[in-house]
Each structure stands twice: as structure tokens, then as C-alpha cells.
Nanobody, 117 residues
Framework: QVQLVESGGGLVQAGGSLRLSCTAS????????VGWFRQAPGKEREFVAA????????YYGDSAKGRFTISRDTAKNTVYLQMNSLKPEDTAVYYC??????????WGQGTQVTVSS
């Protein structure tokens, strides 16, 4: 079993930055990839970014390209999401997720990001 804990959310003004962290614990952590997703009230869950655990190849959703950067620290079992130039439409609960294969089997509890205009 893998447990994921997100942190780093909060309230920020438009144009500001936040760095989210996702730390994994449990059995030996060696996933295929770790992803970030977000869900705003009344909207469907949206893919934000993902990173391969081995090799660190990255993937971004359209809303994240050019503004967000995903990275990982394998020694700390932690994945980061650096979010710059934040917009009010980035307001959502951000979740990290992972799995042993291509699916996302384990999810964190989420961290709220609120961007004020």
C-alpha cells in the first residue's frame, strides 16, 4: 500500500507562485509515474502534469504548459509542482496520484489552491 500526502497549497494573488509537494510513504516506492490532477467546484477532474519515476520524462496538460514545472526527488520520495504566473482559473483542489503501471491506483487527499484576482 502507498500513501500520498500533498502539501503546499494556499491562497495567493494572481501572478504569484506556489510549490506543491507530494510525499509517498508505505512499501518500497518505485512507481511508473506520479501525476498531478486538479478539480475545481462543478468541474471534472483535469490532468495537470506527470513525471516518470525512472528517467524523469515529463508530461503537461495544456493549462500547465509554460507555467508549471513538475520535478521529483527520488531520495525523498517526493514530487513537486512549481506553479508560476497563477491565474484565478487555477483555483482547485490539487491531487497527486501514482501507480505501479500506467494507471493511477493511489491518490492523496488533495490540497486547496486558491488564486485571488
Amino acid at each position: 500500500q502507498v500513501q500520498l500526502v500533498e502539501s503546499g497549497g494556499g491562497l495567493v494573488q494572481a501572478g504569484g507562485s506556489l510549490r506543491l509537494s507530494c510525499t509517498a510513504s508505505g512499501r518500497t516506492f518505485n512507481p511508473y509515474r506520479v501525476g498531478w490532477f486538479r478539480q475545481a467546484p462543478g468541474k471534472e477532474r483535469e490532468f495537470v502534469a506527470a513525471i516518470r519515476w525512472s528517467g524523469s520524462r515529463t508530461y503537461y496538460g495544456d493549462s500547465a504548459k509554460g507555467r508549471f514545472t513538475i520535478s521529483r526527488d527520488t531520495a525523498k520520495n517526493t514530487v513537486y509542482l512549481q506553479m508560476n504566473s497563477l491565474k484565478p482559473e487555477d483555483t482547485a483542489v490539487y491531487y497527486c496520484a501514482t501507480g505501479a503501471a500506467a494507471s493511477y491506483d493511489y491518490w492523496g487527499q488533495g490540497t486547496q489552491v486558491t488564486v485571488s484576482s
